[in-house]
Every structure is written in structure tokens, then in C-alpha cells.
């Protein structure tokens, strides 16, 4: 590449930034669109009247903290769908632990763009939240056991884990207005409470020592 | 084309780690360490009249200042090996002890680690048995027998056998002949709030049936002390916590036994 191929190169970049560093021109003055599919073409429909309290979509979850997998359901909100509350029900088998546990997990999730390519494809490039899980088992406490001799013998619970997560999702547009309206696969990053108070404390420990990966399907039903 | 980007996701895929729990068992890596370096231990030391080991302990959490505890150990003069007097693990989580034996494997002599009362906590003492072994083990170093004992009573409620006196007893029916002399190493000493304190003198009079008992060694208390607990002679040598940035360094010869408390 000579230098004069580098420069407009340079240039071209430049036009490309600053085209999406300005402000958009509003509908009113830029050409009528073909099509009136907007990039985001998520839309909050939502339940009527009785139907409110019905989740929107299922769920299934392979690792992340909530056992070797899990199942739940949850409701998404806001007008673009940007909220969603899941509960999950995971489940640790015995031959990873040193009884069969069940751990329940509740989830928020923000999810705030969606990107649409192909006809029926989305991207969300960034799916970010919090969850907390509880798991069964006397191992384990969420008030310390009156044998210890002062009230905060251990600082921390053991049962009650926060965990933090990162992660990308691509959904399918399903064409029939049947029960299953989308399906979306994504995967996440997750760092617990207890790891990053380890992390905090230590130079030698870093982010990628600490980041557990986890994948999942997401089902979304009626709206 | 395509293969090159779906090569290096999955490469990244593999890369991270998955968790089905952060107390879930599926240890990864080296298991039962104590036992392949006992057998180090005892190949390397035999028929040896001097040995020099160190002790260190509660490492938990503190992952920088275990990493400059191996570094300066690895520059320690004729170190035989070294004994961790417990608390690998804060909360008892598999990812602690894992992180603790990575960096304790880099260790150019052999170790071995002790039960800490942390170390038992939730799903911890499984995790402590599939990656170092059993909490009561013995070895011999040169003519010295090394009795460790797990002695964190209170977690475990009267459910076990805490100290285990039946593993002292068969300790003491099969005292190698090759060994002279005994030090005994636990995580907590009688006394503290861990020690099953109702059979504290009866676990001393115990290990006191042990040939010439030099000392004994523990943590726990998270600063170095040397007591003379039950007032009969018999040392009790606390080691700092690794934040401290200490460790012990132990002499023992056909004299007797020297100790100097090293900072790093």
C-alpha cells in the first residue's frame, strides 16, 4: 500500500466516523424508507388482562454457576424489551458434587440493542446482569451455625452466591405467529463475588482467571 | 476461509473455564499430591541425619504473597520440603485450592498441606481429599517422623473424629524403626476456639507417647508464637499468615532441632 492508498484510506475512515458521530438527521428530512423495518426490530407487546402474570419466554442454561444446567422461565419489559427477570431452577448432580444439589437462580438481564441482518436473523452485541443463586444442601449456610463462637465467625454466606455476567445472543425470527415466536442462543462471561474480592486483592490474579463461560437457549413465547 | 476465525473461537471457547458451581467438585488438574510427595519426600531424605523444612501458612487469598513465598523458598539453601499448616481456601471453593496448588507446584522441593478450618468449609474438604489427600497423614523425613493431623473440631460438629485418636494410636502401634524422633504439625492448637478443647490434655498426653517428640507445629492463629501449652516442655509453634510475609525454617539434627523465622 503507497502512501496515497493510505491517506484516503485514512479519509475514508475519518467520513465513516464522524457519519456515525453526528447526530442522525431526524425521519422527518432523510428519504422515506423502503421498508419501515427499523434495525432494532424488537417490540414489547406484552400480555392482556389476565394473561399479565404468564412468563414471555423459557429458558435452558448450560454452567454459569447455576448448576450443570437449568431450566426457567422469565418476562421481558420495557418498549424495546430491554428488561428481562428470569427464575431458574438448576440442577448439580451428584457426580459433581458431593450430593445432588439444586440451586435457584434469579436473573436480570439488560439486553440493549438488537441488531437485525438477513431477513430473519438478530445480533444483540452486548447482554449484561446479575444473578443471584441460593443452593440447597446443609453444607452450606446463609446464617452461620450457632456452634461457631461469635456471630461473624466467617464474614461471607456460602449459599447465596452474586454473579456478574457479560455475553452476546443471536436470535432466529420464526415465521409463523404460532407459540414459539423466536428462538435465541447466547452465551455469557460470569465472575462471582467471592472471585472478584480474590481478584480485587491480588496483582496475579486477572479477569480471565476468574470469567467462567457458559452457553444457552432462549425460547420466546406468544409476544 | 472460514476456518480460521471458527478455529480461534473455539480455541477461546476451550480456553475458558466452565463452572457448574463455585463449590462444585470437578477438580481440574493434579490430585493427590501429598502422597506423590510424601513418597519425594522420603526418597530424597533417606537415611539422612540432618533435615531442613519449612512452614508456612493461611495462605488463603493471599495469592501474591504465596507467589513471593515460593519464589523466595525456591531461593531457601538445602530446603528438604516444605509444610502448609492449612487455610489453602477462604471460602472453600474448588477454584481456591486449585489456584493454591498451581502456585505451590512451582515449588522446586516437595510439599505437603495440612486441613485449615476454612479449607472445610461447604464442599472444601472433599475438594482438600481429591486434590491433597487425607487430613490425618504421617511420613518420615531422615529419622524424623512427621505426624499431621487434622484438629478443626468445630467444623465438624462431632461427626467425625476430631482429633483422630484412633489414627494416632495406630500411629504409634507402627512407628517406623527408621525414624527417631516426631514432630507433630495441625492447623489449630489445643486451646484455640477450633480444638476440641474436652480432649485437649488427653490429646497431649497422646502425642507425648510419641518417640523423642521434638515440637509441634500449627497455624491458624495467624501470628507466629511459640507456647509452651501445657507447661510439660512441649513447644507449640505458631506460623504468620503468608500476608505477613514470613516463614519458618526448621534445623533438625542428631542436636536436636533450631528454628529461625525468615522474612521475604
Known amino acids: 500500500m503507497n502512501a496515497s492508498h493510505f491517506r484516503q484510506a485514512i479519509a475514508f475512515m475519518l467520513c465513516l466516523c464522524m457519519q456515525t458521530a453526528l447526530p442522525q438527521p431526524s425521519a422527518d428530512n432523510w428519504p422515506a424508507p423502503e421498508t419501515k423495518q427499523t434495525l432494532d426490530r424488537r417490540v414489547h407487546q406484552g400480555y392482556e388482562s389476565w394473561e399479565r402474570p404468564l412468563p ?37 448432580p451428584k457426580a459433581y458434587s458431593n450430593r445432588t444439589h439444586t440451586i435457584y437462580t434469579l436473573k436480570q438481564n439488560y439486553i440493549p440493542w438488537s441488531i437485525s441482518c438477513c431477513d430473519r436473523f438478530a ?56 407459540l414459539l415466536r423466536n428462538i435465541t442462543l447466547f452465551y455469557e462471561f460470569s465472575v462471582n463475588d467471592l472471585d472478584m474480592v480474590s481478584a480485587f486483592g491480588n496483582r496475579s490474579l486477572g479477569i480471565s482467571d476468574i470469567a467462567c463461560f457458559s452457553v444457552g437457549i432462549k425460547f420466546q413465547l406468544f409476544r | 476461509m472460514m476456518k480460521r476465525p471458527l478455529f480461534l473461537l473455539f480455541a477461546a471457547v476451550t480456553a475458558c473455564k466452565v463452572e457448574y458451581h463455585p463449590y462444585d467438585t470437578r477438580v481440574h488438574g493434579e490430585r493427590n499430591i501429598n502422597e506423590k510427595n510424601i513418597a519425594r519426600i522420603e526418597a530424597a531424605t533417606e537415611g539422612k541425619q540432618t533435615i531442613r523444612f519449612a512452614v508456612i501458612s493461611d495462605t488463603q487469598q493471599w495469592y501474591d504473597e504465596t507467589e513471593k513465598a515460593v519464589e523466595a523458598l525456591n531461593d531457601c539453601d538445602g530446603l528438604d520440603f516444605v509444610i502448609h499448616t492449612g487455610d489453602l481456601a477462604d471460602f472453600g471453593m474448588r477454584s481456591e485450592f486449585e489456584r493454591q496448588r498451581d502456585i505451590l507446584n512451582k515449588l522446586h522441593v516437595p510439599y505437603v498441606t495440612i486441613l485449615g478450618n476454612h479449607d472445610c468449609l461447604a464442599t472444601g474438604e472433599t475438594i482438600f481429599r481429591m486434590i491433597f489427600g487425607s487430613p490425618d497423614y504421617a511420613f518420615t523425613a531422615g529419622e524424623v517422623r512427621f505426624i499431621c493431623l487434622n484438629t478443626n473440631a468445630l467444623e465438624f460438629d462431632h461427626s467425625e473424629s476430631v482429633p483422630n485418636f484412633h489414627f494416632i494410636e495406630q500411629e504409634l502401634a507402627n512407628f517406623p524403626p527408621n525414624a527417631k524422633k516426631t514432630i507433630v504439625a495441625m492447623h489449630a492448637k489445643p486451646f484455640s476456639e477450633q480444638f476440641d478443647n474436652n480432649v485437649a490434655k488427653v490429646f497431649q498426653y497422646a502425642i507425648r507417647q510419641f518417640p523423642d517428640l521434638q515440637c509441634c507445629l500449627n497455624g491458624h492463629g495467624h ?8 507447661e510439660d516442655g512441649v513447644l507449640y509453634y505458631q506460623c504468620d499468615n503468608i500476608e505477613k510475609r514470613t516463614y519458618l525454617l526448621f534445623t533438625v539434627d542428631e542436636k536436636g532441632y533450631a528454628y529461625e523465622c525468615i522474612a521475604f
Open chain 1, 56 to 92: 414471555t419466554h423459557v429458558k435452558a442454561q448450560y454452567a454459569g454457576g447455576m448448576g450443570f444446567l437449568s431450566f426457567g422461565a422469565g418476562w421481558d419489559y420495557g418498549r424495546k424489551c430491554r428488561w428481562e427477570t428470569d427464575i431458574l431452577i438448576g440442577f448439580l
Open chain 1, 123 to 178: 445480533i444483540e452485541p452486548l447482554t449484561c446482569g446479575v444473578y443471584l443463586n441460593l443452593i440447597s444442601g446443609e453444607d452450606y449456610w446463609v446464617r452461620e451455625p450457632d456452634r461457631y463462637p461469635d456471630a461473624k465467625y466467617y464474614w461471607f454466606t456460602s449459599r447465596l452466591r452474586t454473579f456478574f455476567y457479560i455475553g452476546q445472543r443471536f436470535t432466529y425470527y420464526l415465521k409463523s405467529e404460532t
Open chain 2, 223 to 230: 501470628k507466629f508464637t511459640i507456647d509452651d501449652l501445657f
